[in-house]
T-cell receptor
Framework: KNEVEQSPQNLTAQEGEFITINCSYS?????LHWLQQHPGGGIVSLFM???GKKKHGRLIATINIQEKHSSLHITASHPRDSAVYIC???????????FGEGTQLTVNP | EPEVTQTPSHQVTQMGQEVILRCVPI?????FYWYRQILGQKVEFLVS????????KSEIFDDQFSVERPDGSNFTLKIRSTKLEDSAMYFC???????????FGSGTRLTVV
């Protein structure tokens, strides 16, 4: 079983829709990261969370430590949001990140 | 905004050859990392480096891999004798500390033929 599970694996939406990507993890963590990977391969950090909720523009990330679950929401989705969204966790015992498989998001105009 | 710079962006090498992947982390960051992503798979941790030594490594990081910070600015990953299965995108990342986020480079795509 993977330490970090994401769902869905693939998501297609129409422009303007509200999107939710989920991440569950099975280990104790010190932080959870949401990352974005574009087709060229580069990885951009979106959020780092250890509790509660963070918002940046149309992106919102939440985490429930007790339930070991996090969600990434995109409001008013746009075709430029099309990318792979990756959840990664840093365990309490080191500084390495353990990555999920990623969610491929496609937003159609 | 400060960036992590990786060179080259793409390298093709013959099986058995040595390759060196280069990274310039953000100047005031203290923790440095190498990750890799085989095509179609998830990103995997290779090694972390702090205070001029390896602080953590994965089971992937065997004797054919080594890292160096030769001059206080560059951070290199050397693969001594490349195998076909080393073909992947290699990402360098740096962080100011364990309570801070990561900044990733744009990656080096290594193709072993």
């Amino acid at each position: 079983k993977n330490e970090v599970e994401q769902s869905p694996q693939n998501l297609t939406a129409q422009e303007g829709e509200f999107i939710t990507i989920n991440c569950s993890y099975s280990v104790g963590i010190s932080a959870l990261h949401w990352l974005q990977q574009h087709p060229g391969g580069g990885i951009v950090s979106l959020f780092m969370l250890s509790s509660g909720k963070k918002k940046h523009g149309r992106l919102i990330a939440t985490i429930n430590i007790q339930e070991k679950h996090s969600s990434l929401h995109i409001t008013a989705s746009h075709p430029r949001d099309s990318a792979v969204y990756i959840c990664a966790v840093r365990s309490t015992s080191g500084s390495r990140l353990t990555f999920g498989e990623g969610t491929q998001l496609t937003v159609n105009p | 905004e400060p960036e992590v710079t990786q060179t080259p962006s793409h390298q093709v090498t013959q099986m058995g050859q040595e390759v060196i992947l280069r990274c310039v982390p953000i100047s005031n960051h203290l923790y440095f990392y190498w990750y890799r992503q085989i095509l179609g798979q998830k990103v995997e941790f290779l090694v972390s480096f702090y205070n001029n030594e390896i602080s953590e490594k994965s089971e992937i990081f065997d004797d054919q891999f080594s890292v160096e910070r030769p001059d206080g600015s560059n951070f290199t990953l050397k693969i001594r004798s490349t195998k076909l299965e080393d073909s992947a995108m290699y990402f360098c990342a740096s962080s100011a500390g364990t309570g801070y986020g990561y900044t990733f480079g744009s990656g080096t795509r290594l193709t072993v033929v």
